[in-house]
């Protein structure tokens, strides 16, 4: 059987969307970049992962990101949800 054979085609699509988007968000960690901004982003990819980071907090705090979601953004991104600090850079730890 396959294993999304009941869920709609658009909801497949939107969560491997997701996940191609976290993974890109890590990799951009990994890098050795800070936290990406939505604003005053100097690349167009630190725009769009800031863009959608912004989204997954404020999906949080709406109570419309799952539970799934945020374990995986929790695992795969320590520090997440609070993002970059004021008058410092960013320690990188993904342990």
């Keep these: 059987m396959l294993p999304d054979w009941q869920r709609k085609p658009r909801d ?18 990994l890098g050795g970049n800070d936290w990406p901004r939505r604003k005053a ?22 109570g419309k990101l799952s539970s799934e979601k945020a374990e995986e953004l929790d ?12 008058g410092k850079k960013a320690q990188l730890s993904l342990n």
């Design 75 to 86: 695992a795969a991104l320590p520090g997440w949800l609070a993002g970059r600090k004021r």
């Design 41 to 62: 982003a100097d690349t167009e990819q630190e725009h769009e992962l800031g863009f959608w980071l912004h989204t997954q907090r404020f999906k949080l705090r709406r």
């Design 12 to 29: 497949v699509a939107g969560d491997a969307i997701w996940r191609d988007q976290l993974a890109a968000l890590v990799a951009y960690r």
